[in-house]
T-cell receptor
Framework: GESVGLHLPTLSVQEGDNSIINCAYS??????FIWYKQESGKGPQFIID?????DKRQGQRVTVLLNKTVKHLSLQIAATQPGDSAVYFC???????????????FGTGTRLTIIP | EAQVTQNPRYLITVTGKKLTVTCSQN?????MSWYRQDPGLGLRQIYY???????DKGDVPEGYKVSRKEKRNFPLILESPSPNQTSLYFC?????????????FGSGTQLSVL
């Protein structure tokens, strides 16, 4: 799976199947995690986020799972559609100051290709 | 429509010729930021701003300047561009000034420095 700082180029999934994109993070102090989707020629688009006090969060057709023990994050996309083809980035957030502003560290992305 | 607008979309320039990439958001967001995206390196933060007249360096600020004179605008300035600044640039904004969460990104500016 993807690791923040390492690159997993592609994942191909049959249309209608479920997709799982993985992400490993290294900073045990990170308390916020977020997934973005980037379609060709566009900027990243927010999908879903999760705080470290949770281990699962669901959105519309997407679920994010957080395993703090092994520092692993995953994005599950149910019943994939052609429009899900994109690059998916995970990012981890860590407070860097007393003001609470957060530094986000992005992974290099996983390219998801949906096979018709 | 809520959006972050960057201009230009594509830019080819030569080494040393000053340029500015504009960024504007219409969501009254406090937080704005610039990132560059390079193959194999992901998104790296250049500068960010938590409010008007408040800016700070990100991970890769060398060779860049920013300003935040108005809440909606956050231009990125390259005083003397060099070929290693050839990259895809994204401006982003967020409602919360304390957190870079749920960033809204612009469509990107592809810069080539010859």
């Amino acid at each position: 799976g993807e690791s923040v700082g390492l690159h997993l180029p592609t994942l191909s999934v049959q249309e209608g199947d479920n997709s799982i994109i993985n992400c490993a993070y290294s900073n045990s102090a990170s308390d916020y995690f977020i997934w973005y989707k980037q379609e060709s020629g566009k900027g990243p688009q927010f999908i879903i986020d999760i705080r470290s006090n949770m281990d699962k969060r669901q959105g519309q057709r997407v679920t994010v799972l957080l395993n703090k023990t092994v520092k692993h994050l995953s994005l599950q996309i149910a019943a994939t559609q052609p429009g899900d083809s994109a690059v998916y980035f995970c990012a981890e957030g860590d407070r860097i100051s007393n003001f609470g502003n957060e530094k986000l560290t992005f992974g290099t992305g996983t390219r998801l290709t949906i096979i018709p | 429509e809520a959006q972050v607008t960057q201009n230009p979309r594509y830019l080819i320039t030569v080494t040393g010729k000053k340029l500015t990439v504009t960024c504007s958001q219409n969501m009254n967001h406090e937080y704005m930021s610039w990132y560059r995206q390079d193959p194999g390196l992901g998104l790296r933060q250049i500068y960010y701003s938590m409010n008007v007249e408040v800016t700070d360096k990100g991970d890769v600020p060398e060779g860049y300047k920013v300003s935040r004179k108005e809440k909606r605008n956050f231009p990125l300035i390259l005083e003397s561009p060099s070929p290693n600044q050839t990259s895809l640039y994204f401006c982003a904004s967020s409602l919360g000034f304390t957190r870079a969460e749920k960033l809204f990104f612009g469509s990107g500016t592809q810069l080539s420095v010859l």
